[in-house]
């Protein structure tokens, strides 16, 4: 071997190692490459817990609604009366709404008698009366525009009264000075009669009423007075003039008697007692019912028999009736008693309640002289009764223990 040789043997060697670390390096290469595969593996771990912020970011949002929950609980929230959320309270016309209690009669509906405003509040409904009009032509003062303020104006006294009834015009027929009223009702409840000299009620029982056109009447205010009064008669109750009487034996004063529309509609203060608005009331529910045919008069309400107790046992009473005078419009005790009775150990007799009048089988006022004490008993004691009882045609129980005064009704 020569020197030659040895350079072809170092650089054969060098080539080697050369081409031995170019495929070292490119296993390494290759290698290392594959090394960064486990990186890039990593990498989508990291992804992953990249991605796993979103479903934590949708875990706040589960809580949200969560959250919402509590906001939204008002909605099922019970009202202060217990009421489930969006339902009808028994209160009618009560609705539970985000907790508050809120007039909805449009959804609740109203109690009985009642009727719907668009408020969603409820009123009583009104007991409406149809008048049917006859008006004679040529009356000073008296057309259709005076006339249906006149019926305003008896409205508005029934409604200050406290009396829920509205009278309605359900028809207008003129009539000339040379005819008469008409009597066709024409489907409605009452007739009304307008003209001269046409006050009162002028048919049985009290379906047709006359509005007196003459002064001081007319549709002034006192014309409205006198025509509410002719009404309460269609509406059932009693004229209560004839429990005055004149001297010598005069009726004890009573403020309910003196101071009422059915006593005297020219004093302006005068207004519906305690009795007559009872009635009337009692009446409106009858009527609203079953029309007119069901008021209930006067002599429906009556009881049969009086129990009259005066405290004092084995006495001698003697009872007065009356006459009425039609020119006072007030009633005269008659001179000589019409009935003797003995009160029995508890100090009471019994007695029918006698017609006072043959036009009627009611009565007004008794006069009783018991051994010199004396006694009044009026018919509203009896209308007590029919309040107490709920009907007529019973005893009637009635004490007298103070002299010269009213006996009371117990
Ligand atoms: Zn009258």
Same mark, same amino acid.
């Given at each position: 071997?020569?020197?030659?040789?040895?350079?072809?043997?170092?650089?054969?060697?060098?080539?080697?190692?050369?081409?031995? =670390? %170019?495929?070292?390096?490119?296993?390494?290469?290759?290698?290392?490459? $594959?090394?960064? +595969?486990?990186?890039?593996? !990593?990498?989508?771990?990291?992804?992953?817990?990249?991605?796993?912020?979103?479903?934590?970011?949708?875990?706040?949002?589960?809580?949200?609604?969560?959250?919402?929950?509590?906001?939204?609980?008002?909605?099922?929230?019970?009202?202060?009366?217990?009421?489930?959320?969006?339902?009808?309270s028994i209160n009618k016309p009560k609705y539970c709404e985000n907790g508050n209690l809120i007039d909805k009669c449009s959804v609740c509906g109203c109690n009985l008698n009642q009727s719907c405003n668009p408020n969603g509040s409820c =009123? %009583?409904?009104?007991?409406?009366?149809?008048?049917?009009?006859?008006? $004679?032509?040529? +009356?000073?003062?008296?057309? !259709?525009?005076s006339y249906r303020d006149f019926i305003e104006n008896i409205n508005k006294l029934y409604f200050n009264n406290d009396l829920n009834i509205k009278f309605n015009i359900g028809g207008i027929i003129w009539y000339n000075r040379d005819q008469s009223c008409g009597t066709n009702f024409y489907n409605n409840d009452v007739i009304m009669c307008v003209g001269p000299d046409k006050g009162g009620y002028l048919g049985p029982p009290y379906y047709v009423v006359g509005?007196?056109?003459?002064?001081?009447?007319?549709?002034?205010?006192?014309?409205?007075?006198?025509?509410?009064?002719?009404?309460?008669?269609?509406?059932?109750? $009693?004229?209560?003039?004839?429990?005055?009487?004149?001297?010598?034996?005069?009726?004890?004063?009573?403020?309910?008697?003196?101071?009422?529309?059915?006593?005297?509609?020219?004093?302006?203060?005068?207004?519906?007692?305690?009795?007559?608005?009872?009635?009337?009331?009692?009446?409106?529910?009858?009527?609203?019912?079953?029309?007119?045919?069901?008021?209930?008069?006067?002599?429906?309400?009556?009881?049969?028999?009086?129990?009259?107790?005066?405290?004092?046992?084995?006495?001698?009473?003697?009872?007065?009736t009356r006459e009425r005078d039609y020119v006072q419009f007030n009633s005269k005790i008659n001179t000589t008693p019409g009935l003797t009775k003995i009160t029995d150990s508890f100090g009471n007799f019994q007695m029918n309640i006698v017609a006072g009048d043959p036009a009627d089988n009611n009565f007004d006022i008794y006069y009783l002289d018991c051994n010199g004490n004396n006694f009044w008993i009026n018919s509203l004691m009896t209308e007590d009764c029919f309040r107490q009882q709920g009907t007529g045609g019973g005893i009637c129980n009635i004490r007298c223990l103070s002299p010269g005064n009213y006996c009371q009704f117990y």
């Open positions: 071997m020569n020197s030659n040789n040895k350079d072809r043997s170092v650089i054969e060697i060098i080539i080697v190692l050369i081409v031995v =670390s %170019l495929i070292g390096g490119g296993l390494y290469y290759y290698l290392s490459k $594959q090394m960064e +595969v486990p990186e890039i593996i !990593e990498k989508p771990t990291e992804e992953k817990e990249e991605i796993t912020p979103p479903p934590e970011e949708e875990l706040p949002k589960e809580e949200v609604p969560a959250e919402e929950k509590p906001v939204k609980k008002p909605v099922v929230q019970k009202c202060a009366d217990e009421t489930p959320a969006d339902q009808c =009123s %009583l409904s009104k007991t409406q009366v149809n008048i049917m009009a006859y008006i $004679q032509t040529g +009356v000073s003062g008296v057309d !259709e525009t509005a007196n056109t003459n002064n001081p009447f007319g549709f002034s205010p006192t014309g409205v007075r006198a025509v509410s009064h002719e009404l309460a008669h269609y509406l059932g109750f $009693q004229d209560l003039y004839w429990l005055r009487s004149q001297e010598p034996l005069k009726t004890p004063s009573s403020s309910e008697i003196e101071n009422d529309l059915m006593t005297d509609p020219y004093n302006a203060a005068n207004v519906f007692g305690e009795h007559a608005k009872y009635v009337l009331n009692y009446n409106f529910e009858r009527l609203r019912v079953g029309g007119s045919n069901s008021i209930l008069y006067p002599r429906s309400r009556i009881a049969s028999k009086l129990r009259i107790n005066t405290g004092i046992p084995n006495q001698t009473c003697q009872i007065y």
